[in-house]
Structures are given as structure tokens and as C-alpha cells.
């Protein structure tokens, strides 16, 4: 048998790798108790984030750092012209 040919011994291998898991229920009393706890923290965390809307803190406004440069230069450059 090469390579490029498929195992004869379990021809549906590659099939049942496929499949999605099948999640059995947990009977045991502790599986039941983390179920019930995982369920509610699900549902106060989609609460909790659904009710607040994120915002955004508001920009500060920074001056420009140049502007005595650029009156300063057109000063000059309308006494050059004068």
C-alpha cells in the first residue's frame, strides 16, 4: 500500500472525523450545578453588556502649535510687498 491510497482497514476514517461532536447530557448532580452556573452568568453578562452603550470620552481640543509662525510670516510677506 502506498501513500497516496486510503487505509483499508477503516474505510469510513476519514467520514466520522467530519461529523460535529454530539454533546451527551451530564446526569451527574455537580455537571448539573456548573451547567445551571454557566447558564446564568451567560445570561447577567449579555445583560449587563447589552444595556450600556459605549461612548466615547470627548476629544480635546489642542491648538494649533504654530500660529504666531504663521502670522509672523504673513507680515512679512505683506510688508515684503508693500
Known amino acids: 500500500m502506498t501513500r497516496a491510497q486510503p487505509s483499508q482497514a477503516n474505510p469510513l476514517a476519514g467520514v466520522t472525523r467530519a461529523w460535529p461532536a454530539i454533546a451527551l447530557p451530564r446526569n451527574e ?11 446564568i452568568l451567560a445570561a447577567v453578562s ?11 470620552p470627548k476629544r480635546e481640543y489642542h491648538p494649533p502649535l504654530r500660529e504666531s509662525f504663521m502670522e509672523e510670516a ?9
Open 29 to 39: 448532580p455537580r455537571h448539573r450545578i456548573a451547567d445551571l452556573l454557566r447558564r
Open 46 to 56: 449579555a445583560e449587563s453588556t447589552t444595556d450600556t452603550p459605549k461612548t466615547r
Open 74 to 82: 504673513a507680515m512679512r510677506r505683506e510688508m515684503f510687498r508693500l
